[in-house]
Nanobody, 111 residues
Framework: VQLQASGGGLVHAGGSLRLSCVTS????????MKWLRQAPGEGLERVST????????HTIDSVKDRFTISRDNGKNTLYLQMNNLKPEDSAVYYC?????RGQGTQVTVSS
């Protein structure tokens, strides 16, 4: 099983990023997926969840008007579109399923 997140970077407040998580080694289309984040000195925070066929999702209140989770089952890839980024969104972002977490991608938002 492999989960490889990418797309992070350094942006100014108000900017946008699109994170991707390319997966392999399991039946992606049948698997609910999550994006989590961890800011320095903080615990893991579940940001967004999507079901296997993409018909249902849930995003935490603090970002739900700015972040959108999606997936392309043909590409075994999970996405997180992040708009109007704020400094408090700075964290390492991870994709995860069934407790398996891949390598994260760093997002840094400058004020």
């Amino acid at each position: 099983v492999q989960l490889q997140a990418s797309g992070g970077g350094l942006v100014h407040a108000g900017g946008s990023l699109r994170l991707s998580c390319v997966t392999s080694g399991f039946t992606f289309a049948r698997t609910a997926m999550k994006w989590l984040r961890q800011a320095p000195g903080e615990g893991l925070e579940r940001v967004s969840t999507i079901n296997g066929d993409g018909t249902w999702s849930h995003t935490i209140d603090s970002v739900k008007d700015r972040f959108t989770i999606s997936r392309d089952n043909g590409k075994n890839t999970l996405y997180l579109q992040m708009n109007n980024l704020k400094p408090e969104d700075s964290a390492v972002y991870y994709c995860r399923f069934n407790g398996i977490r891949g390598q994260g991608t760093q997002v840094t938002v400058s004020s």
